[in-house]
């Protein structure tokens, strides 16, 4: 019988440093679930999302494939049209990361990651066994996001009022990495929870 697995949900707000902590998970040997992998995934050519999106933004389609620059821009400030996106996309993103988890549960791993930017903002986080939040300071976070090619200032506080507030990220999470100190710190916090994982699945 298949043993579902202990899932961790990594999130962060925008150049927190979330993708090198998955990184850091990867390293340690638990497998990986990325949230925006699996949209590329599905806005690919052939994708499963391309006709759902075809029928609700046509000019954001180019070569069978979503042109996620044209549909940013058909989206951008209109909530009710980025609800409408959403609906269609959600459903399909969400069938991805079961598969992941199904297959994680098949294998026998006792530990997995989700990596998954809007965990909370989408409510993705309701029924994981823990939650880890990325984090800096909001210098720091500006200064990464704005050396970004294309980051704009004006583009930086669109993503950032899309996204909860990073300490309220924090004061939700089981677990908090600091990515400002080097990657030898957020290593061994990326251990230290592993750690406290593993005791944890122990006990119960």
């Known amino acids: 019988m298949a043993h579902k697995p202990f899932v961790i949900g990594l999130t962060g707000s925008i150049a927190m440093g979330k993708s090198e ?10 497998p990986v679930y990325d949230a925006d992998a699996a949209i590329r995934k599905l806005y690919a050519r052939g994708g499963a999302a391309v006709e759902d999106i075809a029928e609700l933004f046509p000019d954001a389609i180019r070569d069978g494939a979503v042109d996620r620059t044209l549909l940013s821009k058909q ?16 459903p399909l993103v969400r069938k991805e990361r079961d598969a992941f988890l199904d297959a994680a549960a098949r294998r026998g791993d006792a530990i997995v990651l989700l990596d998954i930017p809007l965990l909370f903002e989408t409510g993705a986080h309701q029924g994981l066994d823990a939650v880890v939040v990325a984090s800096a300071p909001e210098s720091v976070q500006r200064e990464r996001a704005l050396a970004r090619p294309g980051m704009t200032r004006q ?12 300490v309220e990220k924090r004061a939700k999470a089981h677990f908090v990495v600091v990515t400002d100190k080097g990657l030898d710190h957020a ?15 122990q006990k119960s």
């Open 21 to 30: 902590t998955a990184r850091l998970f990867a390293e340690e040997g638990l």
């Open 75 to 90: 989206v951008a400030g209109d909530p009710a049209v980025l609800k409408k996106l959403e609906a269609r996309v959600h």
């Open 155 to 166: 583009k930086f506080e669109a993503l950032l009022a899309r996204q909860m507030p990073d």
């Open 187 to 201: 290593r061994e916090q990326v251990k230290m929870i592993l750690a406290a994982v593993r005791e944890k699945i």
